[in-house]
């Protein structure tokens, strides 16, 4: 496994983000709702709000932010005992050695307490989130057919939850 430091990373490491997420973007262009195209016309204030307000930890190995992943909240009084894991991304150089995990454990310590499960999307394409998902303790409950669409593609998502 992986030595890595992973933290809440703060606003003043906006370009570090920055870059780690448009990578995910270009190279695992399927494992986000978002794209390259809209994310890298975005100024770099963006990306520092982002950071607070998608609550992002960054897993940082030999000094280098090596992966991500961030949880929203949900609002509402009906709502509010649940939260949601995105962006998760892993550079390809730190891949295989439990980091993914390691990011989702960080993800869960900071929202047990707060809510009772945590849910995401999942590409159905995407195998190796979706292991990497199961092995971290989550379970399917349901599909969401043409979940994203881009240049007449459409994608299903798998519905995964962990409960605490």
């Known amino acids: ?32 709702a978002s794209t390259f195209t809209r994310e890298n016309a975005m100024p770099l204030a963006w990306f520092a709000e982002r950071i607070v307000k998608g609550n992002v930890l960054g897993a940082f190995v030999r000094g280098e932010l090596a992966g991500v992943a961030g949880y929203w909240l949900q609002e509402g009084e009906k709502e509010s005992h649940k939260a949601t894991l995105w962006g998760m991304y892993v550079r390809a150089s730190a891949r295989g050695a439990g980091l ?21 999307g999942v590409a ?18 349901g599909r969401e057919m043409k ?13 995964m939850v962990r409960f605490l």
């Open 1 to 32: 496994m992986t030595s890595a430091d992973i933290r809440l990373l703060a606003p003043e490491e906006a370009a570090l983000y920055r870059d780690i997420r448009l990578e995910g973007l270009q190279r695992d262009a399927d494992a986000f």
């Open 100 to 120: 993914g995990e390691r990011l989702i454990e960080a993800v869960v310590k900071h929202v047990t307490g707060h809510v009772e499960q945590l849910q995401l």
């Open 124 to 141: 159905t394409s995407n195998s190796a989130a979706l292991r990497l998902y199961k092995r971290t303790g989550f379970s399917e409950y």
């Open 147 to 159: 979940a994203l669409k881009q240049g007449g593609r459409y994608l299903d998502e798998i519905l």
